[in-house]
């Protein structure tokens, strides 16, 4: 046989066995089940416990991170990022360019908010209940969520109730859906360690925000996350948010979660919304 037809039969095998490659896979994907653990039915007083527990060991974090934010599978920017995050709702958010000049700022604490960007002729300030009004970053997440979220929890608060935990078979996790006031979130955690995997939020027009966790890394004696990424569906926007270096042990007086508004700015004092306190 020469070395033409040699080639064509063999190319001949090759595509015939792709293609039943493809179609065994495609069968077995569909058909793949995961066997809950055999410690049984995970109790949901147990998971809450296990979760608000994990989250509460760590009350503070310093994060010198990368945030790129991607719109409609495209990253259009990729932000050297700095944060601060205290219990309950301390945060200082710090946006910097590739030469870590500051491109925009937002700190929070128990008397409110100030956020400015570069080259802004105006200066945001109001009652932390009024941030939800002023995004620095388009995460639609509540501050104490977002501060909890980012030191590696769930953003539950303390009314929060868990409903029935269920085994997903088809992910091989847990999964329980979770209620507070004015919001509604399931939670998806791993098989055996219980940790967070994803949080996924309703919404009423839709799928609402989704938080995943990529990866856990340790901080001396704890563990945090070392990726997340963070998902708003309704606006075609997801940021990858990974933690380059971590500070559980960082000094942070007040002065730290507070800034000055710019000379010269117009100072735009944003009221909480209905409800909200004063």
């Not at 020469?2 to 015939?16: E, G, P, Q, T």
Request: aromatic share 4%.
């Amino acid at each position: 046989m020469d070395a033409a037809k040699l080639l064509k039969k063999i190319r001949i095998i090759f595509s015939a066995g792709a293609i039943l490659m493809a179609i065994l896979m495609a069968i077995g994907v569909g058909c793949v089940r995961h066997v809950a653990p055999e410690t049984g039915p995970l109790d949901p007083v147990v998971a809450s416990a296990r979760l608000q527990s994990q989250a509460a060991s760590i009350s503070q974090l310093a994060v010198d991170a990368q945030v790129d934010v991607n719109k409609f599978g495209i990253t259009w920017a990729s932000l050297n990022t700095i944060v601060l995050v205290r219990r309950p709702g301390d945060m200082r958010l710090e946006l910097l360019s590739p030469t870590d000049e500051l491109l925009s700022i937002l700190t929070l604490d128990e008397k409110g908010f100030v956020m400015h960007e570069r080259g802004s002729d105006v200066c945001h300030v109001g009652l932390p209940c009024a941030m939800e009004q002023v995004r620095l970053l388009p995460i639609p997440i509540a501050s104490e969520s977002l501060i909890d979220v980012l030191l590696g929890g769930a953003g539950l608060s303390p009314d929060s109730r868990f409903g029935p935990v269920i085994w997903d078979e088809r992910e091989g996790e847990y999964q329980v859906r979770v209620e507070a006031e004015n919001d509604a979130r399931t939670l998806h955690l791993d098989p055996c360690s219980h940790s967070l995997r994803s949080v996924h939020w309703e919404s009423e027009g839709g799928r609402g925000p989704v938080l995943r966790v990529k990866g856990w890394q340790a901080a001396t004696g704890a563990r945090v996350p070392a990726r997340l990424e963070i998902e708003i569906p309704s606006e075609g926007v997801s940021l990858d948010v990974t933690y380059r270096v971590v500070d559980r042990e960082m000094e942070m007086d007040g002065q730290a979660f507070r800034f000055t508004c710019p000379r010269g700015t117009e100072v735009r004092t944003h009221r909480c919304a209905q409800g909200g306190s004063e």
